[in-house]
């Protein structure tokens, strides 16, 4: 079982940054992929960054990439998102996820419908 626990999240204003942390606990042998995902409200949740476990530069939503950087500490278990130039558009709860090796390849780093665990997400609030 792997559990996520998110942390970072905060009230900043359009333009500011913000550094999201995710603490992995648990046995992570055959995740293959951790992900950073938001949900505003009314909305669904969507992908926002997403990298494999063994290395790679990662994968980002059009709307953030220039912006956002995901990166791992696989030594400290811990996944980070680096929010740069924040929007009031970047509003909602963000989640981290990781996905269990399946027998087929991953799809898509993005979708949420890849992933097996799910931390409780972190809020965070841009204001303009």
């Known amino acids: 079982q792997v559990q996520l626990v998110e942390s970072g999240g905060g009230s900043v204003q359009a333009g500011g940054s913000l550094r999201l942390s995710c603490q992995v606990f648990?046995?992570?042998?055959?995740?293959?992929?951790m992900g950073w995902f938001r949900q505003a409200p009314g909305k669904e949740r969507e992908g926002v960054a997403g990298i494999a476990t063994d290395g790679g530069s990662g994968s980002y939503a059009d709307s953030v990439k220039g912006r956002f950087t995901i990166a791992q500490d696989s030594a400290k278990g811990t996944l980070y998102l680096q929010m740069n130039s924040l929007k009031p558009e970047d509003n909602g709860m963000y989640y981290c996820?990781?996905?269990?090796?399946?027998?087929?390849?991953?799809?898509?780093?993005?979708?949420?419908?890849?992933?097996?665990?799910w931390g409780q997400g972190t809020q965070v609030t841009v204001s303009s």
């Open positions: 996820a990781t996905r269990k090796r399946r027998w087929r390849p991953i799809l898509s780093p993005l979708s949420p419908d890849e992933y097996s665990y």
């Open positions: 648990g046995y992570m042998y055959g995740i293959d992929y």
